[in-house]
């Protein structure tokens, strides 16, 4: 049986639904990375691979969606991607902007539930007013938990949070052997999510880059040499297809 998956690009695409395991991860987080190498490969600037990285990410949540996902949280712009030349970062702000205006609505008619992790106060008052808008608008609802990072790094997320609670301490509202992993979890950007169960990269690299390296503890890695603008629903499945023939033990014994 084939399911037909909602595609701008390429309204053929489609998964079958019994390839889909049924042991799914809970949470998947994605390094969306190879788009500057994308576009340099089809001689276009890397903005252009930026874009295209956009309509791929479209096609991403909805599969996440479609098959019942509960958490995908994905890597748009990290702490340390200010480095870039301001025609790139200028570009992926605007980028950002126009895809909130564009996909959100689709989200909430899907009862997608986004929410943004990372240091939103830097970016433009209207960036911050959009994610705030999109996270109201969206709160109540009850399908994937769609998470984008950006402006994110996990150690400024982990200081931020030491932070806080060292103030929390210093007014003496908690002592110090209060703070646990618990407390620890609920004041990260990720509150109230699941761990990481699977980290998908894109494009060959195989590190963390600083994302989510609290939350990603145990959690498996899946690499592949695709650039992200080249990455498909079926790409997306064959990790979860991977996922579930890992033998997860968390520090105990194998299974057999
Ligand atoms: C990932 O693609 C997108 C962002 C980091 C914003 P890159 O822009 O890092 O592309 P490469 O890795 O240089 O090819
Ligand atoms: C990681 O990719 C950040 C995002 C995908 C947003 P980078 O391209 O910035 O990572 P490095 O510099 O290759 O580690
Ligand atoms: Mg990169």
Redesign the pocket.
């Known amino acids: 049986m084939l399911k037909r998956l909602f595609s701008k690009r390429d309204t053929s695409a489609s998964i079958r639904t019994d390839a889909i395991p049924s042991a799914l991860p809970r949470h998947v987080a994605i390094i ?9 490969g089809q001689g276009l600037l ?1 903005t252009a ?2 874009a295209q ?1 956009v309509e791929v990410l479209h096609d991403i949540v909805q599969t996440a969606s479609d098959i019942g996902l509960e958490v995908l949280t994905v ?4 702490t340390e ?1 200010w480095k ?1 030349p301001a025609v ?1 970062v200028d570009f ?1 702000m605007q980028l950002f902007s126009t895809y909130l205006d564009k996909e959100l609505q689709g989200m909430h008619e899907n009862n997608v539930r986004i929410r943004f992790i990372g240091r939103m106060d830097e970016l433009s008052p209207l960036l911050q007013e959009k994610t705030a808008n999109a996270e109201a608008l969206m709160r109540e609802n009850t399908g994937l938990r769609f998470n984008i990072a950006v402006n994110y790094g996990s150690q400024d997320e982990l200081l931020r949070t030491v932070r806080k609670l060292a103030a929390e301490v210093k007014a003496g509202a908690i002592l110090p052997e209060d703070i646990t992993a618990e407390t620890m979890e609920e004041h990260l950007d990720t509150a109230g999510l699941p761990p990481v169960d699977l980290v998908i990269r894109t ?1 060959g ?1 195989q590190r963390m880059s600083n994302f989510l390296l609290w939350q990603a503890a145990y959690a498996e890695f899946y690499f592949t040499e695709k ?2 603008p080249d990455f498909t629903p079926e790409d997306f499945v064959e990790a979860l297809q991977v996922f579930a023939g890992r033998d997860r033990r968390f520090g105990g014994l194998p299974r057999s």
């Open positions: 969306m990375d190879g788009n500057g190498r994308w576009a340099k890397r691979g930026h990285g890597y748009a712009f990290s991607n870039r790139e992926l494009s690299d650039n992200w």
